[in-house]
């Protein structure tokens, strides 16, 4: 795991130096969007609608728009705001864990102790377990200013982020106003259907069916040669030029032209400029 943050913990006079990891992944397969017709890949510019010009991050500011009004933040004007320079993750209180709404609950992260002594992270860990408590927190972390619940998960202390309570939706269904009766015998045969159903939950029996099929799909693709060359496609492979910009309009004509190539035999209308064969892989045999 990368270290994303470096910081203390701190309540009252203690403080408890940390390293933070994100504590989850995202799993999903990584899928792009291509031309349908010949697989040219679809890329997206940020363009400035003054001047037309594509324009690189580093010269991306970002604004605000109050009635009609634009106001431009700098990156200095962020980095100005004092949240921003706090490496600190102050405790603000420490509440019953089951007061804390699971609804809130956001990304999670993993502190590691940063000294040499992990006395004082031991401690604080230990301590939460035994009052069944978790600390509300309040850090900064990519200019937002978040709060957290800190909380044990076996050995390791985790931070977990929650949302603003002005962030949470009140779910308000006038059906559920009405009056339900719910006879003795209806409640008896739900808790009986429930209790068939018991179980110990291990997230480990559980999969991602979808991307497991997807998978699957993708390999037997692969495997029947159902695949174009990225290479012969693009000139390169992507990223091989430093992030140099590929000539998009050029691989896409290529491409055509491979597919017109592959559809005919490769036999009519050939130039020197046109290429020979399909960048699709014929399967062996």
Known sequence: MRTIWKGALT????????????????????????????G??????????????????????????????????????????????SREIDVVEFVPTEQVDLLTLDKAYYLEPDSKSPKAYVLLRKTLEQTDRTAIV??????????????????????????????????????????????????????SLVESYSSDFDPDEYVDEYQKELRTLI?????????FDVA???????GAKGGEVIDLMEALRAS???SKAARTGGDEGETDDKPKKSTRKKKAG
Do not use: M
Request: hydrophobic content about 40%.
């Open 11 to 38: 309540f009252g006079l203690v403080n408890v130096p940390v390293k933070v990891y994100s504590a989850t992944e995202d799993h999903d397969v990584p899928l792009h969007q291509v031309h349908d017709r010949d």
């Open 40 to 85: 040219g890949r679809i890329r997206y510019q940020r363009t400035c609608e003054v001047c037309g010009e594509t324009v690189a991050y580093a010269d991306i500011d970002r604004a605000y728009v109050d009635d009609g009004q634009t106001v431009v933040l700098t990156k200095e004007d962020l980095a100005s705001l004092p949240a921003e320079k």
């Open 138 to 191: 309040r850090f900064t972390l990519r200019q937002k200013t978040r709060l957290a619940a800190l909380r044990v998960r076996g050995d390791v202390l985790v931070l977990q982020t929650l949302l603003w309570a002005d962030e949470v939706r009140q779910a308000d269904f006038q059906v559920l106003d009405e009056e339900v009766k719910i006879s003795k015998k209806e409640l008896e045969l739900s808790a």
């Open 219 to 227: 390999d037997a693709k692969i495997e029947a040669g159902d695949t």
């Open 232 to 238: 012969e496609t693009f000139g390169e492979e992507e």
């Open 256 to 258: 055509v032209a491979r």
